[in-house]
């Protein structure tokens, strides 16, 4: 009687373990549960949902993260803590139960009660955090030195640096070109910009500039422009997909301000301006790089008075963050002083570090 007793519990036992066991074991290394539309469901580690892509760890692939769209999920589970945001900004933590179709059960950690969440209004899981500051820029210089028969000596130095948080964005431009040829100079100037803009919205945002330019060779001692204004993000990183447009960036800006002008010999002038600006970036491929930026100030009291700086040109990467830049400045003085053109061109080539965090 208890060896019949015995083989009839070994044998539950073992029909226990048969039907049981492969589940048992599956869930021992599984943190989650998600549901399909379709019907099917994946057991593994939900590691986040970013941009409507939802990646999950499932245990029978090779441990390569898998990208489920996250419109086709209806249901999750899981038994570890999940940190979610809603479309009103409003962040939980703590463990999902699988509720109606698209709905998520969330249990807080801190209380017992489940809350009832629609999927729909879920924007993101787990996000991974974005620094508060972000930094790029570039650092270029060239050089020419010639002696003997000729004397020639050429240097110019161009920097760019860019600071951006979720509201403010710092960028400063800079350059310095020097030439001289058997003692007499061909060019001597410097420029200079800073400018910050603060972000009303994730678009529109309110800027202020100053200008700092001198050029030896016009005579210049100083040109100072001081504006302020509206601007505009036309074109975001990410707002097209696609690795040659992904990360290309377009901005407009008009404003008001004051513009003042210090020559050695020619009269001093100074009026009231308007600005109107224009920055473009693409990065096509992560090699090449085309850039333009400009800027133009127009006299409220002479309608002829104008002045408009730019540059443009092709960046490429040569060796991870070392640069070469082909490119071109233009400086155009609607009503320049007396024995000076309106335009002015400058070409340069150089060679040069950037950055980017």
């Not at 209380?111 to 930094?135: A, C, G, W, Y």
């Not at 707002?239 to 447009?245: E, L, Q, R, V, W």
């Not at 443009?312 to 640069?323: E, P, T």
């Amino acid at each position: 009687m208890r060896k019949r007793l015995l083989r009839k519990r070994v044998l539950v036992a073992c029909v226990v373990l048969f039907c049981c066991g492969p589940g048992v074991m599956a869930w021992g290394n599984t943190s989650g549960q998600v549901q399909l539309k379709d019907g099917s469901r994946f057991w593994g580690e939900i590691l986040d949902m970013t941009n409507g892509v939802l990646t999950v760890r499932v245990d029978f692939s090779d441990g390569a993260p898998i990208p489920i769209q996250w419109d086709k999920v209806v249901g999750l589970k899981t038994w570890e803590s999940l940190t979610l945001v809603l479309d009103t900004g409003v962040k939980l933590k703590g463990n999902v139960q699988l509720g109606e179709p698209e709905i998520m059960m969330l249990q807080t950690d801190f209380q017992d009660i489940l809350l009832p969440i629609e999927m729909t209004r879920v924007v993101s899981i787990n996000q991974p955090l974005k620094p508060v500051v972000r930094f790029s820029g570039n650092l270029n210089g060239g050089a020419s030195v010639a002696t003997g028969n000729t004397d020639l000596r050429q240097v110019n130095v161009t920097g760019e640096f860019v600071a951006r948080s979720e509201r403010l964005r710092l960028t400063l431009l800079g350059r310095w070109i020097y030439s001289e040829d058997d003692g007499d100079l061909f060019a001597r100037n410097t420029f200079g910009n800073v400018k910050m803009d603060f972000f009303l919205t994730e678009r529109l945002y309110a800027f202020t500039s100053v200008l700092l330019e001198q050029d030896t060779f016009q005579e210049l001692q100083l040109r100072t422009a001081i504006n302020a204004g509206p601007g505009y993000q036309f074109i975001e990183k990410g707002d097209y997909a696609g690795a040659s447009f992904e990360k290309m960036e377009l901005n407009g800006e008009l404003g008001l301000g004051f513009l003042n002008e210090d020559f050695k010999v020619a009269e001093d002038r100074n009026f009231f301006a308007g600005r109107w600006a224009l920055d473009f970036k693409w990065p096509v491929s992560s090699v090449v790089t085309i850039f333009h930026q400009h800027q133009g100030f127009p006299s409220f009291e002479k309608t002829k008075d104008f002045y408009l700086t730019s540059q443009q040109g092709v960046r490429v990467h040569l060796l991870k963050n070392f640069i070469s830049t082909l490119q071109v400045n233009w400086r155009f003085q609607n009503q320049p002083t007396s024995g000076n053109k309106k335009s002015d061109f400058q070409y340069l080539l150089t060679v040069g570090y950037s950055f980017e965090s």
